[in-house]
């Protein structure tokens, strides 16, 4: 009876869809993992609407949102071949595929999040934009992603010691396995689906993310330490397949390029509430936040990684710009 349920659930909202975009000539298929009501959703979502207000209704965007297209690393590929227009994805899923990503996925490369945003509102943002089209994607808008921060089940994290022999889930990217190692810890790569059940059984000890993605993952129901040590602040980004791209006209493509550049300060107004909120429901629910750490250590520790993956002076100059960068 459940599974039968389920599926007419399915196939109700299937219909809504349908139907809700049945006027437009072109629709285009939009991926997120996250839920409906986070930031990288809403912008997309925004985005969406203004492209259909500036179309006269041609072009639509549907957002699957909640990893209903697949998780990460799969719709990458699905992407590139154009099963998915667009996709809304972590930087680190791309460091393996397109070089000048792992840089801005670099730890601490950032000082803060406003540093993130000059770096990427400008030339070298677009630099790293314009590395994605021979791969086959479009790079439309970077949004926020947060700090990235420690969270676990089994103690509090003060210091690298505090990390030493335990199992962190990581994205599945070289750079943050890597940093994982770094810090003496063992890297556990997997997609973010899984991280909730992979604690609770204690197959990993914890993960490391952003205030948001902690909270909306319930992750902090089963993790109760979280150390603000700050990391990571790595932009998302948002691409177009460009099997899908090339199909537009020039007209079109300047339209979508413009609405995706117009969503980012929608995405970083409601990154920047959803923040605030995030921490005060993981706060409130009694999670031990550490935030009296020196993170000097951190950052030395990641010399390594930095030798290793900012490894060609291509790398080396694009990480000394971005140090660079006021």
Known sequence: ????????????????????????????????????????????????????????????????????????????????????????????????LIEETKVVSLPFIFRSVDHMHKVMDGDIGAEIAAAFEPHGFVALAFYDGGSRSFYNSKKPIRSIEDLAGMKVRVMQSDVFVDMMSALGANATPMPYGEVYSAIQTGVIDGAENNWPSFESSGHFEVAGYYTLNEHLIVPEVLVMSKVSWDKLSPEDQEILRQAAKDSMPVNRELWAAREKES??????????????????????????????????????DLVTRIQAVE
């Open 1 to 96: 009876m459940k599974l039968r349920t389920t599926l007419a659930a399915l196939l109700a909202t299937a219909a809504l869809s349908t139907a809700a975009f049945a006027e437009c000539e072109v629709t285009l298929k939009s991926s997120d993992t996250h839920p409906d009501g986070y930031p990288t959703v809403s912008a997309v979502q925004k985005m969406g609407e203004m492209v259909k207000e500036r179309t006269e209704g041609r072009i639509c965007v549907e957002v699957f949102h909640s990893a209903q297209l697949g998780e990460e690393k799969d719709t990458i590929e699905q992407t590139k071949f154009g099963v998915i227009d667009l996709n809304r994805v972590s930087m680190g899923p791309f460091n393996n």
């Open 279 to 316: 921490e005060e429901k993981v706060r409130a629910a009694g999670v031990e936040i550490i935030s009296d750490i020196d993170k000097t250590p951190f950052i030395e520790a990641m010399v390594p990684v930095y030798e290793k993956h900012a490894n060609t002076p291509k790398l080396q």
